[in-house]
């Protein structure tokens, strides 16, 4: 077995770049074949949820172009496996460039996407968040937002338009830009998923909610439990569609990503 083989110090890591659940199970897969690994995540909260052993070292903040440029050197990177989320459009870009110019292995995992359970659910499906508030889909309505706190000052206009709900982390900085995009406390819940179908039914059915927003994150951002409550309740569903991303190469299957990782041991520790 590989993990059996001595391996050779040479100072190389792994970038995997975390903040999501399959970055999660990734990790824990490369401490398992004793490769050294550096992670990087945008919170404290979850830096929490990577194994704690000595091959893993946990970034902990955004970087900028200038930023990485030090990182990479410092952490001696020498493949980047990208497991950020879908929408985590800029670290990706900046990644991908890096790879490019230092010619190192890249490789994208992409979250699956979630197929319609059938073909009358009511969802829409939009391209981005322009053309939500260009449409006339939130007027005199009950909304849940369902979008991250990025996104929610976008609706500080219409606060006296409609009705509006939002759904978010229970982190400082998803409360602050919440109130700050004039959400009052009783239309604010945080929530760290997973969310069941029977909770998201009660919070519906509690605020009374006509439709609901969220983004096209896949299972693991809960988003068929969405789907299949959107359609027992018959409540309209509208989807922001992911980012595109000209991703060099990638994959939606956990074992293709481990066995790129597997292979950088290979070129680079035995």
Avoid at 41 to 48: D, E, F, G, M
Wanted: net charge neutral; hydrophobic share 45%.
């Amino acid at each position: 077995m590989l993990s059996e083989q001595p391996l050779r110090n040479t100072g190389k890591r792994l970038w995997l770049i975390g903040g999501t659940t399959e970055s999660v199970q990734i990790a824990r897969s490369l401490t398992s074949i004793s490769l050294p690994c550096t992670v990087s995540v945008t919170t404290l909260a979850a830096r929490a949820l990577y194994p704690k052993t000595p091959l893993l070292r946990i970034q902990v903040g955004r970087l900028d172009a200038e930023q990485l440029e030090q990182f990479l050197q410092e952490h001696q990177i020498a493949a980047i496996l990208d497991a950020s989320h879908p929408y985590a459009v800029e670290i990706s870009q900046l990644a991908i460039r890096a790879a490019s110019r230092r010619q190192i292995p890249y490789l994208r995992f992409e979250r699956p996407v979630v197929t319609p359970q059938t073909d009358t659910q009511p969802i829409i499906f939009l391209d981005g968040f322009e053309a939500l508030l260009a449409g006339d889909y939130l007027y005199q309505q009950r909304v849940l937002l369902t979008v991250g706190y990025k996104a929610l000052h976008l609706f500080q206009n219409w606060q006296d338009k409609l009705t509006l709900f939002a759904r978010i982390l229970p982190s400082l900085a998803s409360l602050e830009a919440a109130t700050e995009a004039g959400f009052s406390s009783d239309r604010i819940i945080a929530l760290r998923p997973p969310v069941s179908a029977e909770l998201e039914k009660a919070l519906w059915h509690h605020w009374d909610i006509s439709l609901v927003v969220t983004k096209a994150s896949g299972a693991a951002g809960g988003e068929d439990i969405k789907r299949a409550v959107a359609a027992e309740l018959g409540i309209p569903l509208i989807v922001i569609t992911r980012p595109v991303v000209d991703y060099p190469q990638q994959t939606s299957d956990l074992s293709v990503a481990v066995e790129f990782c597997r292979n950088f041991v290979l070129g680079f520790f035995l």
